[in-house]
């Protein structure tokens, strides 16, 4: 296992005491499992990027990694988002279910296509789209933001970063699905067949 691969790991470590902390901060509102959430989500974020300079740099690039490091994404952001859409009173805010339902309903489009492609066309090609960072970015601004506690979601520059999050997600999540289909159109699998008599 690659050093890169081991930061990943950690990254994915950290997400289960990522959600633990936000529980005990809501049930106790104790400050300190706050600062532990923002402290394991921060880290979690920036040792994204680490992972990727170590792969880069040192030329440790893996499959495992592939699978890995967009895992790694998709779960922290996913337990984020899916924690802060529970009413938690007045300790936090509330992400919308509207935001919740378009994060959660892309990434289960995409795992289905890729699946159906992976066993289709027997690899998936994946390229990463700007409109998929940017997704990524505000969803991360969002959650941060509420767990920093700046204002609640009534507040308009978080309402405008949270439609941004939205729109960015579906968007990308078109382009994604658009590209599966260039990738399974473009297989002998899917040209028609003459069915015998």
């Not at 950690?10 to 706050?34: A, K, M």
């Amino acid at each position: 296992m690659t050093t890169a691969n081991k930061i990943t790991v950690l990254r994915i470590l950290l997400i289960p005491v990522f959600v633990v902390e936000v529980l005990y901060y809501v049930g106790t509102e104790n400050e300190v499992h706050r600062l532990a959430a923002i402290l394991c989500f921060a880290v979690a974020a920036i040792l994204d990027g680490v992972d990727g300079y170590v792969a880069r740099h040192y030329h440790q690039w893996s499959e495992l990694g592939t699978v890995l490091d967009p895992l790694a994404d998709k779960l922290l952001l996913v337990s984020g988002i899916v924690v802060l859409s529970f009413n938690h009173g007045l300790a936090l805010a509330a992400i919308p279910l509207w935001l919740t339902g378009t994060i959660i309903g892309r990434d289960l489009v995409l795992a289905l296509g890729s699946i159906v492609i992976c066993l289709t066309v027997g690899k998936i090609t994946v390229r990463p789209r700007l409109t998929g960072k940017i997704a990524t970015v505000l969803q991360m601004t969002v959650v941060l933001w509420i767990l920093l506690k700046w204002t609640d979601w009534h507040d308009a520059l978080l309402k405008i970063i949270g439609l941004g999050a939205g729109l960015f997600t579906g968007a990308s999540g078109l382009l994604y699905v658009w590209d599966g289909m260039k990738q399974l159109g473009s297989h002998p699998a899917s040209s028609p067949v003459l069915k015998p008599d």
